[in-house]
């Protein structure tokens, strides 16, 4: 399975006008898609090495090498990873032939991750022979599932520590290292890594991601989350403001709060930090945050719809600096299928949702996770789909074919019964529905201006500058030898788009 590239703090993707053709050509060709324009699942980071850290003064012996699949809540499980070796004595490495710790940090959300894991494996295998006392580990959310695959069966890795068993790494290590096979893949109902300071790897230093929460609780039946991540569990309000504070005070001017499913975050017993007697709903986390300073910037990913309040849209609307956008899985427009994906509202209720989120936010983008071909689904339901997208006039979407997960709810209980090419042309029809309505937006904000945050620059021209939009829309647009640098907010006049990236002039 596999996806288009995402762009994220890789601006290149948006700077690409041929791209949104390039994703309808692979969806025909791959049996999951994502159009990645934002930053949650991020497919050029894919198998991304993190370099080394930055500003480090430290000589380190020993090194570690990670490369972080899946979405923004592993990659940002790896800066967790990463902060715990480092207390180890290790220091980071983008060069796995130095390594003597390498970790692949594993999805399964998709397929082709699994095939892609165990090539990599492999790779690893001759590197080990030429390098005996290399240790290679699977961290995440392949390794209960392949766990005795890998250590015994192929005998391809020496660890395999689950995502709520990083805090064991130092003993696990020291495990493997005096030849046993080390494991740890136990799901914790209370790990948050809430006092672990996640070490910020390859960050362009202007927006960062913060895990509020971990696991789900939702059991959505297509989806294997909840079985590789475990239960819900919210972190302490103090310990996120204090990182966010933190980040803001070292010059971050953007955080985005990062869960399966933000809305249901809930924390007890934080009074004297947030100045609520209650306990912190996301409603209230979000505000804390955002007062931290107007130049800081809140985003949040995802959002079950189900979840969203009025209490968390008004919050959104009374703040400048709460971004603009919200990222609503929609997953299918037709009810029944709704109903079979477990997703516990209907088509109409999620158009209803739609309708208050533009009543309150007039100028709030708003995207979707859409999947096609699942389960008995019928050309009547993949129109209710395509219509809905029209209803919602989503700003951009992740779009995948139906991959039937073991274990899920969905494997157990129904047959997996559209047939793969069926699949894949629904797919390439929302594909073309989306391409269509991302170029009307970008067209709407012609002659419209904006305050961008400045990310960095382009990644095709040293002339400019690459930022986003409160809306999470990507702005390209020219220096011209202005003062303004990374980190700064301008103002951006659009005279140019493309489906994906939005080309201006500071206006300032
Ligand atoms: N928690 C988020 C939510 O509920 O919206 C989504 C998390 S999941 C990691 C990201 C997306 O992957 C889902 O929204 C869904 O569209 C897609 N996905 C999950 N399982 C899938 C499967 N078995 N086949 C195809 N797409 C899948
Ligand atoms: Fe998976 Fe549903 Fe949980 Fe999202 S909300 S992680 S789709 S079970």
């Not at 080990?128 to 069966?153: N, Y």
């Not at 391809?156 to 046993?180: C, F, H, K, M």
């Not at 960095?456 to 999470?472: A, D, F, I, T, Y």
Request: proline content about 3%; aromatic content about 10%.
């Amino acid at each position: 399975m596999d996806s288009v590239p995402g762009n994220s703090t890789l601006p290149s993707c948006q700077e690409n006008s041929s791209l949104l053709s390039i994703f309808a050509f692979f969806s025909i060709n791959r049996p999951m898609l994502e159009l990645a324009i934002h930053k949650v699942h991020d497919e050029e980071r894919q198998g991304e090495a993190y370099a080394p850290f930055t500003l480090d003064p430290n000589q380190y012996s020993k090194r570690f090498y990670i490369e972080s699949y899946g979405c923004q809540m592993n990659f940002a499980d790896s800066e967790i990873v990463a902060s715990i070796l480092n207390q180890q004595g290790f220091g980071a490495t983008r060069n796995v032939e130095e390594a003597d710790l390498i970790f692949l940090n594993t999805c399964s959300i998709r397929e082709k991750a699994e095939q892609t894991v165990r090539k990599r494996l492999t790779e690893f295998r001759k590197l080990k022979r030429d390098r005996p006392g290399t240790l290679v580990g699977v961290l995440g959310c392949m390794a209960e599932r392949l766990k005795s695959k890998f250590l015994e069966e192929e005998k391809l890795v020496d660890l395999v520590v689950g995502p709520d068993a990083y805090r064991t790494l130092p003993a696990l290590v020291e495990e493997a290292g005096s030849g046993q096979k080390a494991i740890n893949v136990l799901l914790s109902r209370d790990e948050t890594y809430a006092d672990i300071s996640p070490i910020r790897l390859d960050s362009n230093g202007v927006s960062a991601f913060v895990s509020i929460m971990r696991g789900c609780n939702n059991m959505c039946s297509f989806c294997v989350v909840p079985f590789t991540r475990g239960r819900e569990r919210s972190r302490d309000a103090r310990s996120i403001l204090a990182e966010c504070r933190d980040l803001f005070g070292n010059g971050y001017r953007e955080v985005t709060l990062l869960g399966q499913n933000v809305d249901s975050y809930y924390y007890a017993g934080a009074e004297e930090e947030t100045g609520y007697s209650e306990p912190v709903t996301f409603a209230r986390l979000l505000e804390q945050i955002a007062r931290i300073s107007p130049l800081l910037r809140v985003r949040f990913s995802t959002s079950h719809p189900k979840d969203i309040t009025d209490e968390v849209l008004y919050t959104m609307a009374r703040h400048e600096n709460i971004c603009k956008y919200i990222h609503l899985p929609v997953q299918s427009g037709s009810t029944r299928i709704l109903q079979m994906m477990n997703r516990t509202y209907t088509r109409e209720w999620y158009m209803a949702k739609v309708d208050r989120i533009r009543e309150i936010m007039p100028d709030c983008s708003i995207s979707a996770d859409i999947i096609a071909g699942f389960c008995t689904e019928e050309e009547a339901d993949h129109h209710d789909t395509l219509s809905i997208m029209e209803y919602a006039r989503y700003d951009y979407s992740y779009m995948f074919f139906y991959s039937e997960r073991p274990g899920t709810l969905a494997q157990r209980r129904y047959k997996d019964d559209v047939p793969e090419e069926v699949k894949k042309r629904r797919l390439a029809e929302i594909i073309a529905v989306q391409n269509r309505m991302s170029l009307e937006s970008n067209r709407q904000d012609l002659g419209k201006t904006f305050r961008i945050l400045i990310e960095g620059e382009s990644k095709k021209s040293s002339g400019h500058w690459m930022g986003r939009s409160s809306q999470n829309k990507v702005f390209v647009f020219a220096k011209n030898g202005g003062a303004a640098g990374k980190g700064d907010y301008v103002n951006v006049r659009v005279n140019e788009c493309t489906q994906g990236t939005l080309l201006g002039d500071i206006v300032d």
